[in-house]
């Protein structure tokens, strides 16, 4: 076990509506990343966040945003949810920004119908 | 542009045999490189790493090769198990905030 918890593992919405993932990271952890990860694909990486700071973003819309809070947990929010959007939500935790390994948890599951 | 591809989509081995799982990457810049397996619904856990100033890297049973002239990388997996059965994603740090992911390699494990 990594120390990152997410939640919830499962969930459906529908088209349209919007969703929050949260995420707690690995004690001593102040870096949070988020990734997708569609069916049959690897991780791609849609923000982090240092210091309640988006610190980088990948090819997201902006309608994929972030928190991040004093105690380094943090939530992803999707709006406007597409078909496109079903996929395995990660987050990952990491000592720092610079060169460090991620910890990933168990991912939330996001199916949109 | 920048980015970490597996040579083969599947590799299915022998219980008792090694495994060896292959890597390019296209950054000559990276210095950081990581493998990460993912079983059936769980998230990628941590396996082994290396910096680009090592060629060779060792751990429980497995070994990470590192080729910088020819930007390739790779997983060795002694004495494979059954529970090795998943797949295996090399991942690319190169700078800043971003670790970039291959789309991986399932490894099947017969008994």
């Known amino acids: 076990e990594t120390g990152v918890t997410q939640s919830p593992t499962h969930l459906i919405k529908t088209r349209g509506q919007q969703v929050t993932l949260r995420c707690s990271s690995q004690?001593?952890?102040?870096?949070v990343s988020w990734y997708q990860q569609a069916l049959g694909q690897g991780p791609q990486f849609i923000f982090q966040y240092y210091r309640e700071e988006e610190n980088g973003r990948g090819n997201f819309p902006p309608r994929f945003s972030g928190l991040q809070f004093p105690n380094y947990s943090s939530e992803l929010n999707v709006n406007a949810l597409e078909l496109d959007d079903s996929a395995l939500y990660l987050c990952a935790s990491s000592p720092g920004t610079d060169g460090n390994t991620i910890y990933f948890g168990e991912g939330s599951w996001l199916t949109v119908v | 542009g920048e980015s970490v591809g597996l040579h083969l989509p599947t590799l299915s081995v022998q219980e008792g045999d090694n495994s060896i799982i292959n890597c390019a990457y296209s950054?000559?810049?990276?210095?950081?490189f990581i493998w990460y397996k993912q079983e059936s619904g769980k998230g990628p856990q941590f396996i082994i790493d290396?910096?680009?100033?090592?060629d060779k890297r060792q751990g429980q049973r497995v070994t990470v090769l590192l080729n910088k002239t020819v930007k390739h990388l790779s997983l060795q997996i002694a004495a494979t198990q059954p529970g090795d059965s998943a797949v295996y994603f090399c991942a690319e740090y190169t700078g800043g905030f971003k670790t970039i992911f291959g789309a991986g390699t399932r490894l099947f494990v017969k008994a």
């Open positions: 004690s001593g952890h102040n870096t």
């Open positions: 950054n000559s810049a990276s210095d950081y």
């Open positions: 290396i910096r680009s100033n090592m």
